[in-house]
């Protein structure tokens, strides 16, 4: 069986920068960029435009972000499988690492795998409709674009994340409403008061949209009373989807600590998880900033502790 020193399990910003990192620390990284999981190079290859990632003053696609960062990971030697891994072996060393068609040793394995955005299943909302064409999971990363700009705003959610997305999409649309499925929110007391107190900000009780129409871009929602079963249209640019992100965590089965979520713990300050030689980086680790620079940050992180921790083992 081939042994690595180290094994890059994921692809995105977060991946890409841990290998930029260990190849040119000469650890020869082999990354298992995932197929049937999701395109290789993570979320951002189903975003348009990224105008928030330093470096590109007039912004660039996320597919051309994410191409540009893997041919740099190539240049310095880096090798890609284009697999999902299926299973870890993490309570010996080297660890063991398999995919459908492949089997390898490591020293040393980064994870990756990012989280995926929770969506609901709603007429218009799919990647062949709608799906970042004004729908979306990411208000700070999309919010801005010149499609959502002194327009009414959709947030469907109930919880924090909901109002914290609402709040900042305030800063770009005309007014926000929130979507909630129930009648009181599922969001602390102080949140849900900014929410119930911010003049462009309205929330939607016991409704659901239950269909997303437009032409090139989103153009009108079709909203479900829960209690009438009465259905209203409203015009609508941009719907957000803010019922959590779930992290892609399925293959490790158990075998790291994680926080209630699922997402996978660190030490404070370090890419360190649970297993002394598994390092984690991205959203995979992260619930909070969920962002590509983030994620590229967090991924030169693991990539200098996983080099630290090899020179010491």
Known sequence: MEKRQVIIVGSGPASY?????TARANLQPLIFEGFFSGPAGGQLMTT?????FPGFPEGISGP???EAMRKQCERFGTQFIAEDVQSVELQQRPFKVRSKKHEFLCDA???ATGATAKRLEIEGAGEDAFWQKGVTACAVCDGAMPIFRNKELFVIGGGDSAVEEAIFLTKYGSKVYIVHRRDTLRASKIMAQRALNHPKIEILWNQQITKIEG???VRSVTLKNAVTNTETKKEAAGVFFAIGHQPNTGF???QLKTNPQGY???EPGSTKTSIEGVFACGDVQD???RQAITAAGSGCMAAIDTEKWLSHS
């Open 64 to 66: 051309a972000l994410m």
């Open 17 to 21: 920068t841990a290998a930029l990192y």
């Open 264 to 266: 996978v713990l660190v």
């Open 48 to 52: 348009t435009d990224v105008e928030n």
């Open 287 to 289: 619930p909070i900033y």
């Open 252 to 254: 490790l089965s158990d």
């Open 109 to 111: 394995l980064i994870i």
């Open 215 to 217: 032409d090139k871009v």
